[in-house]
């Protein structure tokens, strides 16, 4: 069974500075899809970023990025230029290519922004 | 075009009630995933529904839960004799068709039982 392992429960960064989230995960399949949610005190889930496995290039979305390392199973997140709206929890998930489409999260890491 | 809608967004029950969640997927979307969030845990996979179709239950309590999806209507979660283990916050997202990577979340159901 896949697994999604958060290693850091709690990070904090200077606003407009930058923060790396760390995410890794346990898979025998070679076509998978890789996720960053964020989950704001509002408790909505909100999708940040998303990754084919097949895709070598990192995905990049805005002030957000990834590095994705397919061999060493490894998936995390870079967040540029901190603000303040983005303090919340923040979710790795993952889901199989030949899934019905269930996705497989990470017990989070709460990023704090301080001013 | 109106977001995943969940309601009551708070529940409050008593140990021995029943519980019964409702999903509005999106406009156009025939897909509903229901998911349980503990406290200070990720989000956990329960149950994965088609229009009348439960398609993979495999994440569900063998008892006390089921899931229906009717072919007018929300899904509903429901929760039988609810005990205070079952507190906690429960997601449904919405597709348009199964295997999309796009998963659009509801703002959760906050379950509490007293």
């Known amino acids: 069974a896949q697994t999604v392992t958060q290693s850091q429960p709690e990070m904090s960064v200077q606003e407009a500075e930058t923060v790396t989230l760390s995410c890794t995960y346990d898979?025998?399949?070679?076509?998978?899809?890789l996720f960053w949610y964020k989950q704001p005190p509002s408790r909505q889930m909100i999708l940040v970023i998303r990754?084919?496995?097949?895709?070598?290039q990192n995905a990049t979305e805005n002030r957000f990025s990834v590095n994705f390392q397919k061999a060493a199973k490894s998936f995390s997140l870079k967040i540029s230029d901190s603000q303040l709206g983005d303090a919340a929890m923040y979710f790795c998930a993952y889901r199989s290519e030949g899934s019905q489409g269930n996705l497989i999260f990470g017990k989070g890491t709460k990023l704090s922004v301080k001013p | 075009n109106a977001g995943v809608m969940q309601n009551p967004r708070h529940l409050v029950r008593r140990r021995g009630q029943e519980a019964r969640l409702r999903c509005s997927p999106m406009?156009?979307?025939?897909?509903v995933y229901w998911y349980r969030q503990l406290p200070e845990e990720g989000l956990k996979f329960m149950v994965y529904l088609q229009k009348e179709n439960i398609i993979d239950e495999s994440g569900m309590p063998k008892e006390r839960f089921s899931a229906e999806f009717p072919k007018e209507g929300p899904s509903i979660l429901r929760i039988q004799q609810v005990v205070r283990g079952d507190s906690a916050a429960y997601f449904c997202?919405?597709?348009?068709?199964?295997?999309?990577?796009?998963?659009?979340f509801g703002p959760g159901t906050r379950l509490t039982v007293t």
């Open positions: 406009k156009g979307h025939s897909h």
């Open positions: 990754q084919e496995a097949y895709k070598q």
């Open positions: 997202a919405s597709s348009p068709w199964g295997g999309s990577y796009e998963q659009y």
């Open positions: 898979t025998s399949e070679s076509d998978y899809y």
